[in-house]
């Protein structure tokens, strides 16, 4: 099992920034190398934003949020992290964390997955 755990979301005017972080635990979380971030606002499916690999020395974006969003990950503290930058107020939603062990934009092929965090941006 792995537990994942949202935190850093919260209400930001158009053009802020927020950092996100997702807390991984579980014994076999190692084994899910590749890690990412999609939100759902209301009335839409969840897409996808961001992922990573166990190294991080891979990354994907969406194309809305190249150049305004960076995914990173401390190992060493089992979290990952989605900085957001020139926020806008399209970007509000429910974003969540989750797991996979290959890399997909694609929801159901992540495993695991964690409550989500709100993030809302203000115009």
């Known amino acids: 099992q792995v537990q994942l755990v949202e935190s850093g979301g919260g209400l930001v005017e158009a053009g802020g920034s927020l950092r996100l972080s997702c807390a991984a635990s579980?014994?076999?979380?190692?084994?899910?190398?590749?890690m990412g971030w999609f939100r759902q606002a209301p009335g839409k499916e969840r897409e996808f934003v961001a992922a990573i690999n166990w190294s991080g020395g891979t990354t994907y974006y969406a194309d809305s949020e190249k150049g305004r969003f960076t995914i990173s990950r401390d190992n060493a503290k089992n979290t990952m992290y989605l900085q957001m930058n020139s926020l806008k107020p399209e970007d509000t939603a429910v974003y969540y964390c989750?797991?996979?062990?290959?890399?997909?934009?694609?929801?159901?092929?992540?495993?695991?997955w964690g409550q989500g965090t709100q993030v809302t941006v203000s115009s």
């Open positions: 989750a797991a996979a062990r290959v890399f997909s934009e694609d929801r159901y092929s992540y495993n695991y």
């Open positions: 579980g014994r076999t979380f190692s084994i899910y190398g590749w």
